[in-house]
């Protein structure tokens, strides 16, 4: 018998905020601490949650704004291959809902104890030059475009793009 390869999923709703210029983003920590870069506000969907509420509870967690969901622009589906899931590795299938959305309450915060140490509005013309995540590209693609099936056309992962 061959290696054995688990199979992981993670369903994640993020949330693309933009005004002027600028994009909410919040900055992604590693749980040992030694990798960071900019991510889009919003995360994991618990079990049983809706993608809905979870973009709105992730986004207040991690910037300290309350949001409304104006739309959804659509959904990003890769599979990563993980080192971290054992001797023969594993696969990890990602699945992203983004969403529209616009800020209704609250005060711009970092959050505390939680995946991200940073939340900031960053200069559009900035992003490029930024160790970033998938979701930023694909948000920002999304929202830009706004494909009438909802499909985000991939991201390639390399330079300063990360996982």
Do not use: K, N
């Amino acid at each position: 018998m061959g290696p054995v390869t688990t199979e992981f999923m993670r369903l994640a709703a993020y949330g693309v905020c933009t005004r002027d210029d600028q994009i909410l983003l919040a900055r992604y920590v590693s749980p040992d601490g030694d990798r960071r870069h900019w991510t889009l506000p919003g995360g994991r969907v618990e079990h049983a949650e809706d993608p809905y509420d979870a973009v709105g509870r992730e986004f207040e967690e991690e910037t300290g704004y309350r949001i409304r969901v104006d739309r959804l622009l659509g959904i990003d589906s890769r599979r990563e291959l993980v080192d971290w899931a054992g001797p023969d590795g594993g696969s990890m299938h990602r699945v992203a809902i983004f969403y529209a959305v616009r800020i209704v309450g609250g005060e711009l915060r970092h959050e505390v104890d939680g995946s991200t140490d940073l939340a900031a509005w960053v200069p559009t013309s900035e992003v490029a030059a930024a160790t970033r995540s998938t979701s930023v590209d694909v948000g920002i693609r999304l929202a830009a475009a706004r494909p009438a099936d909802g499909r985000a056309e991939p991201v390639a992962v390399g330079g300063l793009v990360r996982y």
